[in-house]
């Protein structure tokens, strides 16, 4: 998570095959001498398909990796006052190719998001926690991917990964949790799916989560994102780079 420039070697085989908008994956043709320019600045702003690329293999949008938007970004007016960026999630480059603070147009859901989610713990009295975390939710097309920030848990060292697919007001899809290896849950991963609708004003998705729980017992509970920032430029994810206040 706390990967500040492009991907390196390691990653030329899943970038090259990294799925894009919707189920298909589609090849592209990067390789290790494509991500060395991009690394040494020789190549400053990827093509949509690569930057499309980076941001689901990395999690992070493209302005906190070093690298230019694109300048193909297109907007489009959406019929209802505001505008769709077709080609970039993150803003609209300016002149010198810096991505502009963008605020949520209808239907893009990039930017960063308070997760807040509750469950009740069996082994300490049925006592009811809440599950906190500052996530960046990434919209390409109809997904949805999210990755909390690396210091941006309630709970240290509980990083929350979100893979969602929308469908009109309705956002379907699987979460992942991975607990600190020196709290409660000793180090479990745990997973599970989530349901949430989206509200008029696209800023606040709430619904329920459902999981297996450390008895291994089915559990639900509420879930809810609010939109904190559109902004996913390197001030803004620094800003909420902290535990959320309970």
Known sequence: MTRSCAPGRGR?????????TGDTERDNDASKRLMQRWESGETAAPRPVYARALEVVTGLPIGPLGLAASVQARVSDDGHGGHDLV????????????????????????GVWLSRYEFVSFGRDNQVFVGLHYVVLLQHGNRLTGRSLPNASLNPDSPLTLDLQLDGATVTGTWTEQTATEGYYRGARYFGALQMLVEPTGRRMAGKWVGFGKDFDVNTGPWELRLMDADTGKATLAKYDRPPEA
């Open 12 to 20: 030329s085989r899943s970038l090259a095959h990294t799925p894009r």
């Open 87 to 110: 080609d970039r999630p993150t803003g609209v480059p300016v002149a010198n190719g810096a991505p502009a603070a963008q605020t949520a147009p209808r239907g893009n859901y990039s």
